[in-house]
């Protein structure tokens, strides 16, 4: 029974480590994307690199506004669930936190260099809540396909892995993920549909 407690909380300690080598990762990007911005301020400031965190159009539909905000991560969260299914998947969702890292820092620059300290309100009541939750979503869903990656790289090495569980719980979990990112892409639509107007008017 100490035994079972005892690797449980092995196993928990490890993955809290995991989920800070993740972070930190995310937090390089977050760091290149500024630099990259600050340095070409004309030429970054796009729906590729951006990801949909900076847009200013305040009179788009309120569905509009939703796919806006729930494409582009559900894009990251489709493309960690296909590099779980491969052997070589760990170094792919690696540089999808990168870019979405830099997706991060280039939304930030682009609110500094276009309202300076006075657009502290948009990032705050419309970038932060958003960037912080589907961060967080793609933080986890990196982790799944890391450790489902991991499993078949062991095999394809002819190495014992740890033992997995059914991979119906994989699906399961993603789409457990893509449902908290819908919930949270109709939170911020409500927030950008009803606030974005008064903020960067006021800006």
Excluded: K
Excluded at 56 to 71: A, D
Excluded at 89 to 108: E, F, K
Excluded at 134 to 153: G, K, M, P, Q
Excluded at 196 to 203: C, D, E, H, R, Y
């Amino acid at each position: 029974m100490y035994q079972t407690v005892g690797a449980c909380c092995t196993a928990t300690q490890q993955r809290h480590r995991q989920l800070q080598r993740f972070l930190y990762v995310l937090l390089c990007g977050f760091l290149i994307g500024i630099v990259w911005a600050m340095g070409a301020p004309d030429h970054t400031w796009n729906l590729l690199l951006d990801q949909g965190f900076s847009e200013q159009e305040v009179h788009r539909s309120l569905p509009g506004i939703f796919l806006g905000s729930f494409l582009p991560t559900f894009g990251l969260l489709l493309c960690c669930m296909l590099l779980g299914l491969s052997a070589f998947g760990q170094a792919g969702s690696i540089l999808v936190l990168l870019y979405r890292g830099i997706g991060l820092g280039v939304a930030a620059s682009h609110s500094y260099l276009t309202w300076g300290l006075q657009g502290l309100p948009v990032v705050l009541f419309q970038q932060l809540p958003h960037s912080g939750v589907t961060s967080i979503l793609l933080l986890l869903a990196v982790r799944e396909a890391w450790r489902l990656s991991s499993r078949f790289a062991a095999f394809a090495r002819n190495q014992p892995g740890e033992d997995g569980e059914p991979l119906r719980y994989y699906w399961i979990r993603f789409f457990v993920l893509t449902l908290l990112l819908m919930i949270g892409a109709a939170g911020d639509s409500a927030l950008t549909y009803f606030l974005s107007g008064f903020l960067i008017g006021a800006v």
